[in-house]
């Protein structure tokens, strides 16, 4: 199948459309295949928990550098 071809088809025939319904039912897959793909939607509650506190760690600079993090492990394990 030809993946470019194809989307010009469908491209071609959604421009022919005069049909509210069509759109309609097109936009409503449109968002729930976006949904769908969305990794917020795939995580759970704990996890978006998780990811919420680490982007408020780095608005606050909470963060280290790469450096700073060999360095410890460096000096802890004695590497």
Do not use: C, P, R
């Amino acid at each position: 199948m030809d993946i470019q071809l194809e989307k010009y088809k469908l491209v071609e025939w959604l421009i022919q459309q005069n049909s509210e319904e069509v759109i309609e039912k097109l936009k409503n897959f449109k968002e729930s295949f976006s949904k769908d793909t969305d990794w917020n939607y795939d995580i759970s509650e704990t996890e978006k928990l998780f990811v919420e506190a680490g982007l408020k760690d780095i608005k606050e600079g909470n963060v280290f550098t790469n450096e700073e993090v060999i360095l410890e492990i460096n000096e802890k394990y004695g590497l």
